[in-house]
Structure formats: structure tokens, C-alpha cells
């Protein structure tokens, strides 16, 4: 991967279709870990993801190789918390270092104020959490939604990766 071949910018609702293809075939891991094809970024629709990437306090951030989308992660703003979630790389592009890229990018894209960033991802998914924790994330608690539980890592902003923090205990174990 070259600088000269690479962009990371905002997706908008242009990008759309791409963003959907990119999501999908992306996501068939997660799936296929959850045993349960129907997740919501496999049944999101275009009309939805449209939606959703004009919504207020929503960023997605992507990342090109020429014209080619290889990898998203959707950002929800919330008063000084952005939490990442939909993160995708193309199945192919994994292990290529788009994701960590994107991982490093993303606080470019951030209003200003925003001091914690959280990112999610399936409880059972060793890789995502490694990579996450390599990139300064620590674990923070799980989540239950349905059959799936989710594990939840946070990074504050302007802090050195590896201080230590205390653990966060929303009281929320589960999520309708």
C-alpha cells in the first residue's frame, strides 16, 4: 500500500452502494461467528445506510486504494464520546494494515471536544480485540444483544496507550 494509491476521507451518500458491497462482503466472518447470517450490517438496506450516513452525529470515515473503497468504520458522536462501530476492511485487504490505518486515521474526522473514543466488536472475535488493544484501546465490558455479546474497549485522547485506567462498569450487562 502506497500514499501515492491510498485516501482516507468522509463516505457520503454518493458512496453508498460501495459502502454497502464493502459491509457485506466484510462482514460474512462475523456472521458466520455468530452463526446467525441476519446481523445488521448484512440486512441494512441502501435506503438505510443512506439514511444513516446523512444523520446527525454520524461520521463514516473510509479509506480508497485508487478507486476502490477497502475499508469503513462508522463513527456515533455523543456530547465528548465517539463510539466506532461497522468496521470494515475487504476480505482481501485484511492483514494489509487498511484497518490500523483507519484505526489511526479516524481522530482526524473528529469534532473538536470529543476526549474518549469507544469501539465494539463481537466478544469472540480475538483478532478485532488484539488489533484494537495493539492501537491503544483497552477492554472495558461486555454487552449482550440478542445472541450475540459484544465486547467494548475505550481510548482516551491525548493519553499515552498503556497508562492505566480503571475499568467502566456502565450496569448495562444486557442490551434489548
Same mark, same amino acid.
Given at each position: 500500500?502506497?500514499?501515492?494509491?491510498?485516501?482516507?476521507?468522509?463516505?457520503?451518500?454518493?458512496?453508498? #452502494?460501495?459502502? &454497502?458491497?464493502?459491509?457485506? $462482503? /466484510? %462482514?460474512?466472518?462475523?456472521?458466520?461467528?455468530?452463526?446467525?447470517? =441476519?446481523?445488521?450490517?448484512?440486512?441494512?438496506?441502501?435506503?438505510?445506510?443512506?439514511?444513516?450516513?446523512?444523520?446527525?452525529?454520524?461520521?463514516?470515515?473510509?479509506?480508497?486504494?485508487?478507486?476502490?473503497?477497502?475499508?469503513?468504520?462508522?463513527?456515533?458522536?455523543?456530547?465528548?464520546?465517539?463510539?466506532?462501530?461497522?468496521?470494515?476492511?475487504?476480505?482481501?485487504?485484511?492483514?494489509?494494515?487498511? #484497518?490500523?490505518? &483507519?484505526?489511526?486515521?479516524? $481522530? /482526524? %474526522?473528529?469534532?473538536?471536544?470529543?476526549?474518549?473514543?469507544?469501539? =465494539?466488536?463481537?466478544?469472540?472475535?480475538?483478532?478485532?480485540?488484539?488489533?484494537?488493544?495493539?492501537?491503544?484501546?483497552?477492554?472495558?465490558?461486555?454487552?449482550?444483544?440478542?445472541?450475540?455479546?459484544?465486547?467494548?474497549?475505550?481510548?482516551?485522547?491525548?493519553?499515552?496507550?498503556?497508562?492505566?485506567?480503571?475499568?467502566?462498569?456502565?450496569?448495562?450487562?444486557?442490551?434489548?
Amino acid at each position: 500500500m502506497t500514499a501515492d494509491d491510498t485516501e482516507i476521507r468522509l463516505v457520503t451518500a454518493e458512496d453508498a #452502494g460501495e459502502l &454497502l458491497t464493502l459491509r457485506r $462482503a /466484510a %462482514f460474512v466472518t462475523e456472521a458466520q461467528l455468530a452463526n446467525d447470517p =441476519f446481523i445488521p450490517p448484512l440486512t441494512q438496506t441502501l435506503k438505510e445506510l443512506r439514511t444513516d450516513l446523512s444523520a446527525p452525529g454520524v461520521i463514516t470515515v473510509g479509506m480508497w486504494q485508487k478507486h476502490r473503497l477497502v475499508g469503513s468504520i462508522r463513527v456515533l458522536v455523543e456530547g465528548s464520546k465517539a463510539t466506532l462501530g461497522r468496521f470494515a476492511v475487504a476480505p482481501d485487504q485484511q492483514g494489509k494494515g487498511v #484497518g490500523t490505518h &483507519l484505526l489511526d486515521a479516524v $481522530a /482526524a %474526522f473528529l469534532p473538536d471536544g470529543i476526549s474518549e473514543v469507544w469501539i =465494539f466488536t463481537a466478544r469472540d472475535s480475538v483478532q478485532n480485540i488484539a488489533m484494537y488493544t495493539r492501537r491503544g484501546y483497552e477492554y472495558q465490558h461486555d454487552r449482550t444483544a440478542g445472541d450475540l455479546t459484544y465486547a467494548y474497549l475505550r481510548r482516551f485522547l491525548g493519553r499515552d496507550p498503556g497508562e492505566e485506567l480503571e475499568p467502566v462498569d456502565d450496569g448495562a450487562a444486557t442490551e434489548d
